[in-house]
């Protein structure tokens, strides 16, 4: 079956420096990954989509990689924030949108 | 702009009882879908639909049933409430414009079966 792993339940960076999520797939080959941010006792948001022939997405001080032949996607926050922690969920997804657990991420002042 | 809408935004159930979550978007999505989500955990994929008329299963459909008259709505029941049942609800829709698109979310159901 289809899984979607984000490796780290939480993660601790300081503020300023630039905090790296990861995202592993396996048995998928989607067309597209997403990413959104979510906080506590909200619906996710959408940050990032980047698609299967797409190397690298950046969106302000976002930066997303897709490596299909590894079947990762990594997500980066540059100059992180304390207003950055959240929890940062990875979806796979063509008709249906499937979603990792997240990884709690923490910007420390 | 009104987006997703769902309603209620908490409900207590006893077990065994039977409820409807309403779920209506504004954007002319196609795709809705609806996921629930445990604490600290990621969302689950219930039940998905394409289209009007069109619903399908996803990761955790069991206990549960949607239908897709129209466009816009698209309720989940839930039939003889159990415990397990017991989570944050979020209905969400995507763009009609083709696939691979950003999905919108509600605000959440939070159900609690006792």
């Known amino acids: 079956s289809q899984k979607i792993e984000q490796n780290s339940e939480a993660l601790n960076i300081q503020e300023g420096k630039t905090a790296t999520l990861t995202c592993n797939y396996t048995n998928y080959s989607p067309a597209y990954l997403q990413w959104y941010r979510q906080d506590p006792g909200r619906g996710p948001v959408f940050l990032l989509l980047i698609r299967e022939n797409e190397k690298e997405k950046r969106k302000e001080r976002l930066k997303v990689t897709f490596d299909t032949t590894l079947k990762q996607s990594l997500f980066h926050i540059t100059a992180s924030q304390p207003a950055d922690s959240a929890t940062y969920l990875c979806a796979l997804g063509d008709d249906k949108i499937i979603f990792g657990k997240g990884t709690r991420l923490h910007i420390l002042p | 702009n009104a987006g997703v809408t769902q309603t209620p935004k908490f409900r207590i159930l006893k077990i065994g009882q039977s409820m409807t979550l309403q779920c209506t978007q504004d954007m002319n999505h196609n795709y809705m879908y609806w996921y629930r989500q445990d604490p600290g955990m990621g969302l689950k994929l219930i039940y998905y639909s394409v289209g009007a008329g069109i619903t399908d299963k996803g990761e955790v459909p069991n206990g549960y049933n949607v239908s897709r008259s129209t466009t816009e709505d698209f309720p989940l029941r839930l039939e003889l409430a159990a415990p397990s049942q017991t989570s944050v609800y979020f209905c969400?829709?995507?763009?009609?414009?083709?696939?691979?698109?950003?999905?919108?979310f509600g605000q959440g159901t939070r159900l609690t079966v006792v």
């Open positions: 969400a829709s995507s763009s009609p414009v083709g696939l691979n698109t950003e999905a919108f």
